[in-house]
């Protein structure tokens, strides 16, 4: 494991609501991949059965908020200012992927994209875009 | 649009309540329904140190906010029509005012302003005391399905697309 991906790790493992998820890292260069493996407590529909499309939500916003920890090497976590969401299929119950694309980064805020799959990373089941604060006011540090 | 006579909202309450007792995520969020309204629900999300998004100011997580409002739209998309049928969720925007504050249970309302035959029209607003001082804004858009559901189980088999 290199030391990027302990850091990445151990940063996931401090966060409460990743471990509540059962989310967890894959890092390959700079390439952040999450993982959700599948648990029955993801589901939001029972008939079908489908994964909740805010679990899928809250992946893709964690991948974002990882990304950018992993890319700006801040020791704080990126706030979120606005995420927007695109359902493309409906979930099954199977482990979920996510990977998000950091489009820019300035100094305050950036600009992230990401998707989530499951058997086929051609055949996205949702997409995110979000604003991310990556600084605050005076962090010239 | 139905407009639930006082004597049948809590009729109404149990069963859409009951409904969001049977999604196993809603279930271990915690989240419950608190009163229903026409094409109106409102929603808590109770504190809980597991679902904290940053350790360091003990924050819940934005992920936490997403699920519980994309759940409470659903919820206000089912109470406008006069037959329930299936809904998905289309697309789901949130906008972040401030964060939530820490040890505070999360309220939220939700709005469906629009249903049509076959896409609905959410708002809904998060807050700890009053929607004039918010947390977060939704804005969501659901397909509303026709006749032809899917069965049940249909994920559990091959899928073709």
């Given at each position: 494991m290199s030391q990027e991906q302990d850091r990445v790790t151990a940063a996931l493992a401090r966060v409460p609501y990743a471990k509540f998820l059962g989310v967890r890292a894959e890092l390959k260069g700079d390439e952040l991949t999450l993982v959700l493996p599948f648990a029955d407590h993801l589901i939001g529909n029972p008939m079908l059965p489908a994964l909740h499309g805010g679990v899928v939500g809250a992946l893709m916003e964690l991948a974002a908020i990882t990304q950018l920890a992993v890319s700006g090497k801040a020791e704080k976590f990126p706030k979120t200012i606005d995420i927007s969401i695109d359902y493309l299929r409906s979930g099954k119950p199977v482990d979920t992927y996510a990977r998000a694309r950091v489009v820019k980064i300035g100094r305050r805020i950036a600009n992230v994209q990401v998707e989530a799959w499951q058997g086929?990373?051609?055949?996205?089941i949702a997409a995110l875009h979000g604003h991310f604060l990556v600084a605050e006011e005076d962090s010239a540090a | 649009m139905t407009s639930p006579p006082p004597d049948q909202h809590d009729a109404i309450l149990e069963r859409v309540r009951m409904m969001m007792q049977f999604t196993p995520q809603g279930r271990a969020l915690g989240a419950e329904l608190v009163r229903v309204g026409p094409s109106r629900a409102w929603g808590k999300a109770p504190y809980r140190e597991e679902l904290v998004g940053d350790p360091e100011t003990g924050v819940i997580a934005g992920g936490v906010l997403t699920t519980f409002l994309d759940q409470i739209c659903g919820v206000a998309v089912i109470l406008s029509m006069q037959d329930p049928r299936p809904i998905a969720t289309l697309d789901l925007r949130i906008d972040y005012m401030r964060a939530a504050a820490p040890g505070r249970d999360i309220l939220a309302e939700a709005h469906c302003y629009k249903i049509g035959q076959t896409i609905a029209f959410v708002r809904a607003t998060a807050y700890e005391?009053?929607?004039?001082?918010?947390i977060a804004h939704a804005v969501a858009a659901f397909m509303v399905h026709s006749g032809a559901v899917r069965k049940f189980g249909a994920n559990l088999r091959e899928r073709k697309s």
């Open positions: 086929e990373r051609t055949q996205p | 005391d009053t929607p004039e001082d918010p």
